[in-house]
């Protein structure tokens, strides 16, 4: 063959074994699918209408209605509003009247609509294995409590995790009277004992601390995550943003850390150190205060400097300043921060003491050991779990499950059939707080109400319900305990007892019934600990998306990014960077973690600023029974424990064998482009951090114009504390499906707006929510071939899902990368459940459909109804974005452009206000308003702080 | 000298003529199939033979007598088994007719109504800002005071709902007309005007806009 008669495309001939089909054949096949393909289409199927039989009272089809209730985690309540479409609940929002809540939640709150709706949830009793009835179940507990009662319930034991239900108290009580001998033990996983230790230590009684953040100038965190753990978190978050918006007020966040939380990522100055230096820097730190017993202890080189600025600054702001200590840090340690705290005049001004919202507060640790003492001994012959999962989350050391085997009667109440209720005699589904009367303290000890929203999904019942199936009182419902016990106790104001109780429902809460501060004697002073040798330490944390293991099965929660690592759908063992070399390990290689006789195999992931020489453990993975979605996902931390305490001597062993992370955001550098700006304080002071803003450049496209109203969106990177509240929020709102973790290793993860995670090069963590920037000469609109992305008359770049077909070039240029794509059919069309839960004003898009944030298009309609019906315009306020809702730091503020006065139009004239690569001429309605960090020139004053462990 | 016999010629000529004739068939099977279950003016079997004409054209009942929540709710509400009671508890309370009324009333389980008016998931229609607007129920729902059994009467296509949402003018009727049994023809002039003043309808591209109905 001469070369000019080769085709340009080479043919090659088919393999053998390969059924040619040839031309005609290829093209019969094609037509008659083709003609096959519109024969199968058919219009809808045809529906009934189900009106109702008896129209309920205030039920408005097609409206939504919400109701105070209380989420209720780790024992305490947080209060919030649920939405309910028909009944069923669709999103949570936050409750502006609760002291937990102040109209924003956490994550763990928006997730817990999904958590309700669950399929895996518990939906029948078990016995052994088998699924049984209530009625057998009903039988079998008045057996057991005839037989409990008539040696006093000597042998019956009650597990709880911590309880702060006033109608749970009063039960527990009444059954004393007939089962004297029984005993309540409680267990949460991450319970503070030491807190408690340390109050005793220092005042001899057990208190809570309340922080009030927002009358502090100088705030000390020794590695207490006070923004990300614990149920005041979200009230501290918005204590925390308020004192950084107020130029005029400079506050600073000195964090000193070992595994790098939330307070390190927006502190001012923060260093990682191990947990025995940290404690030894606490005390030196009160020896340069002036509190004596602790002047003996050798200099530290390497903290000298951050000592004598901390002191330096403490005693500066007496009054104004605050000592928060961590569970990483010795009771006799935390007892000295109270010393120093009270020392410094910040008692009763930036902290108060309340007496302990808990009942019964005592050491959880303890409260498990002598239960597994007393079932290992034969004294337990009857054990009642309600809620909690011991089986996986006790402390690998105490082996809990061998000492229940011995157990002869024992029934397990919760969410789910766990590990727990696999190896219990009897299994009973616990109501969600959605479907159940109830009570609940908050942070501060305000009584929160729980109500519910609907009738148990599956017949399940609430604690109390199931306790007094050992017949031990009448059967007194949940509802008339509630209104005896907390409705019985309001605090009187001279008015009518039933409207008070139902103003108490109506808000969720007892108004004025927070625990008032106490006034204790001086605080004793501590002797120092045994700082124990230096060893590598193992550190137990609660995941910031798993909490201990309880959502483990949620998957809102499971693929949400964790702040500061960007993992998901795992855990990992943390290491600092110079422990990684110093073992020669990097991301993702297996190692085998020894502690508590118990070995575990675990991925490293190598995280900036941790102090060497720990290794970092977020629990709540491994899960085996947790369902469907959090089997087998990540390692169990649990095992590793030998007690209750959060720090443990670990050996750690390179196996050689390595594993793939799904990680949503693999780099943090922002490769020297000016993506989330920052500034330190005198920088904005001599006005050199703005302004920002540049006149927008000419434009090939003619400008729009608006005649009634101008979305837009401010983000404030000084407020934002990077938890990932409105990424859940978003995903409740907006039906936003999850792909899981092979998609996510894809990249294909569709959240409508993500957290993102940048490092400067002095180590600082710099967090940037970016959800759709809604440009006003967006990219995405000039290349869709069907007009399936389109703008529209008030500025939103609205994305038609019926029209769109896929072709993915709305995506590939936007700048932004907030496009989401439907590659697979990631929305669960099956699951009847699943659908019940989902917002009925937003589409639930199908496989090949381009998505993204539309500023809750949704919420501004419903807003727009409501105006035009009234003939007046939306004022602002009005539209609250999901985001703009859930948020604890009031980052984002959502309104109209053509409103002069509008709050977004007031953040945005600011001349620390920024558009997000703004070179390009999108000219995007979302706009950023700068970090402004405060350093302390005593360390550098680059808010590096000494080096941050590395 | 002739390249094609005149058979094939034919063949051709036939084929070509086929085409456009097979492209219509295809196009109106797929419309065919592809339609809403209920044709617009073709009575749909219920499980109670509801006359409208009679309730509403000799009755002289009031829309929202019976949909409770046209002007506060998206949807206009079908009315529950009390409401249908309110007059039946005592008029023809034993007529066999009404008796998957009575087995309502006995077992706690709703009357179940063929739907007519079924638009797809993606479309977002409330009815009470169109009735707050001054679109009358008649405007989409037809002669409904004629109506011995109920039909569809519009389409209910895109096409159909742009025709107003482009040119509301003569689809608007003065507050007090709204619900009014009769279809009053709509007003014309500086009456229509004056009525579109009054009523605040917003711009042509505000209504036309994909996500005032679609999100």
């Known amino acids: ?950 | 000298m002739q390249v094609f016999s005149r058979r094939a010629v034919l063949i051709v000529k036939l084929g070509l003529i086929a085409l456009p004739l097979l492209a219509a068939t295809a196009i109106a099977v797929y419309r065919w199939r592809a339609a809403l279950p209920n044709a617009p003016g073709a009575a749909v079997p219920q499980p109670i033979p509801f006359s409208h004409k009679h309730h509403v054209g000799d009755d002289g009942i009031d829309c929202r007598y019976c949909h409770t929540t046209v002007e506060k709710s998206r949807s206009a509400g079908l009315p529950s088994t009390e409401i249908c009671l309110t007059c039946h508890s005592q008029l023809y309370n034993d007529a066999p007719l009404l008796a998957p009324l009575r087995e309502s009333v006995a077992s706690g389980r709703p009357i179940p109504w063929q739907r007519l008016h079924d638009l797809p998931d993606f479309v977002y229609f409330d009815h009470s800002i169109h009735v707050r607007k001054g679109v009358s129920c008649g405007e989409c729902h037809g002669p409904v005071d004629q109506m011995p059994l109920t039909w569809r009467h519009a389409s209910l296509e895109m096409q159909w709902c742009l025709a107003c949402h482009r040119d509301p003018a003569e689809h608007l009727h003065p507050p007090g007309d709204v619900f009014s049994a009769s279809q009053k023809s709509p007003l014309s002039g500086p009456a229509r005007q004056a009525l579109m003043a009054s009523l605040h309808i917003q711009s042509t591209r505000r209504l036309t806009d994909c996500s005032t109905c679609h999100r």
């Open chain 1, 1 to 950: 063959m001469k070369p000019e008669d080769r085709p340009f495309i080479p043919i090659r001939p088919l393999p053998a074994g390969v059924d040619d089909p040839g031309r005609r054949r290829f093209l019969h096949l094609m037509a008659a699918s083709l003609a096959l393909a519109g024969a199968g289409c058919s219009g809808p199927p045809p529906e009934h209408i189900l009106p109702y039989v008896k129209m309920p009272e205030g039920v408005l089809p097609g409206q939504p209605a919400f109701y105070a209730t209380t989420l209720v985690r780790q024992g305490y309540g947080q209060g919030v509003l649920v939405e309910s479409n028909l009944g069923r609940p669709t999103k949570v929002e936050g409750n502006p009247l609760h002291p937990a809540s102040r109209g924003a939640t956490d994550v763990f709150s928006q997730a817990a609509l999904l958590q309700f709706w669950d399929p895996d949830r518990s939906q029948a009793p078990w016995q052994g294995g088998q699924l049984a009835s209530w009625p057998e179940a009903d039988a079998t507990l008045l057996d057991w409590g005839a037989a409990l009662a008539r040696d006093g319930g000597a042998g019956l034991r009650i597990l709880t995790g911590t309880m702060t239900s006033a109608t749970w108290l009063d039960q527990w009580r009444s059954l004393g009277k007939r089962f004297p001998g029984a005993r309540w033990h409680r267990y949460d996983p991450l319970h503070d004992d030491g807190a408690l230790r340390a109050a005793e230590l220092a005042f001899r009684r057990p208190v809570d601390m309340l922080l009030h953040l927002e009358r502090a100038r100088v705030v000390v965190s020794l590695d207490a995550d006070f923004l990300g753990q614990g149920p005041a978190a979200v009230a501290h978050a918005r204590d925390f943003a308020a004192t950084r918006s107020d130029p005029a007020r400079p506050t600073r966040l000195y964090a000193l850390e070992v595994v790098p939380g939330l307070p390190g990522a927006n502190a001012d100055e923060r260093l990682g150190l191990p947990p025995p230096r940290l404690e030894a820097l606490v005390w030196r730190l009160a020896a340069r205060l002036g509190v004596d017993g602790a002047e003996s202890l050798a200099p530290d080189s390497g903290t000298a400097a951050w000592e004598e600025a901390l002191a330096a600054a403490l005693r500066a702001h007496r009054g104004e300043s605050l000592l928060v200590a961590g569970p990483t840090l010795s009771p006799p340690t935390r007892a000295l921060v109270h010393v120093l705290n009270q020392e410094l005049g910040n008692l009763g001004r930036t902290v108060d003491l309340i007496a302990p919202v808990e009942f019964e507060p005592g050491s959880h640790g303890d409260s498990l050991a002598a239960l597994c003492e007393d079932m290992r001994e034969g004294r337990v012959d009857t054990l009642l779990i309600l809620g909690g999962n011991p089986v996986y989350d006790a402390p690998g050391g105490l082996d809990f499950a061998a000492a229940l085997a011995g157990v002869p009667r024992t029934v397990h109440a919760g969410l789910y059939r766990d590990e727990t209720a696999r190896r219990c005699a009897w299994h009973l589904p616990l109501a969600h707080d959605l479907e159940r009367w109830g009570d609940a303290r908050g942070f501060d000890g305000t009584v929160s109400l729980v109500q519910p929203l609907i009738r148990p999904l599956y017949g399940a019942r609430s604690p109390r319900e199931i306790l007094a199936m050992l017949g031990a009182e009448e059967r007194e419902s949940d509802y008339d305990a509630l209104r005896r016990v907390v409705g019985g106790r309001l605090p009187g104001r001279g008015e009518n007892p039933e409207a008070a109780w139902q103003r108490c429902l109506q808000e969720g809460q007892v108004a004025g019934s927070a625990s008032a501060p106490l006034r204790l004697p001086a605080a004793a002073r501590p002797r120092p600990p045994d700082f124990g040798p230096r060893l590598l330490t193992a550190v137990f944390l609660p995941d910031a998306a798993v909490d201990d293991g309880a959502f483990a099965n949620n998957a809102w929660l499971q693929e949400l990014p964790r702040p500061l690592t960007k993992l998901t759908w795992d855990n990992a063992a943390l290491l600092a960077p110079a422990t990684a070399r110093a073992l020669g390990l990097e991301n993702g290689d297996e190692v085998e973690l020894s502690a508590a006789g118990h070995r575990v195999r675990a991925p490293v992931w190598v995280l900036p600023g941790q102090a060497e020489e720990t290794v970092g453990i977020p629990l709540g993975y491994g899960r085996r029974d947790a369902g469907r979605v959090g089997n087998g996902v990540g390692f169990d931390g649990y095992r590793l424990r030998s007690g209750a305490g959060v720090t443990a001597p670990v050996g750690l062993k390179p196996t050689g064998g390595r594993h793939d992370f799904a990680c949503t955001q693999a780099g943090d550098s922002m490769e020297g482009r000016p993506l989330a700006r920052h500034a330190t304080a005198a920088e904005a002071q001599a006005g050199k951090a703005g302004p920002h803003r540049k006149e927008p450049r000419d434009s090939l496209y003619p400008a729009y114009s608006y005649p009634d109203y101008a979305w837009a969106m401010a983000i404030d990177l000084n407020a934002c504390i990077g938890c990932g509240a409105c990424t859940i929020a978003c995903q409740a709102e907006n039906n936003i499906p999850v792909v899981g973790r092979e998609e996510v290793m894809k990249g294909r993860q569709m959240h409508w707006i993500r957290v993102d995670r940048y490092r400067t090069e002095a180590g600082a963590v710099l967090f940037q929510p970016v959800p759709c920037m809604h440009c006003e000469n967006a990219p995405c609109e000039a290349v869709c071939p069907v007009g399936a992305t389109v703008h529209d008359s008030e500025g939103l770049n609205v994305q038609v899902y019926n029209r769109c077909i896929g072709t993915r070039y709305c995506s590939n240029n936007c700048p932004y990368k907030v496009r989401r794509f439907n590659f697979l059919q990631y929305a669960d069309n099956d699951e009847e459940s699943l659908k019940a839960g989902r917002n009925p004003e937003v589409t639930v898009r199908r496989r090949g459909v381009m998505e993204k944030c539309n500023y809750c298009l949704q919420r501004i309609t419903r807003a727009r109804l409501a105006a035009e019906k009234e003939g007046r315009s939306i004022s602002d306020g009005e539209v609250v974005t999901a985001c703009e809702a859930v948020c604890p730091t009031r980052a984002i503020v959502f309104g109209n452009l053509n409103d002069p006065a509008s709050r977004v139009n007031r953040a945005k004239a600011s001349p620390l206000d920024y558009a997000l690569l703004e070179e390009l001429n999108t000219r995007p309605r979302t706009t950023y308003r700068i970090r402004i960090t405060n350093p302390d020139p005593a360390l550098g004053g680059n808010g590096k702080g000494g080096g941050g462990g590395e």
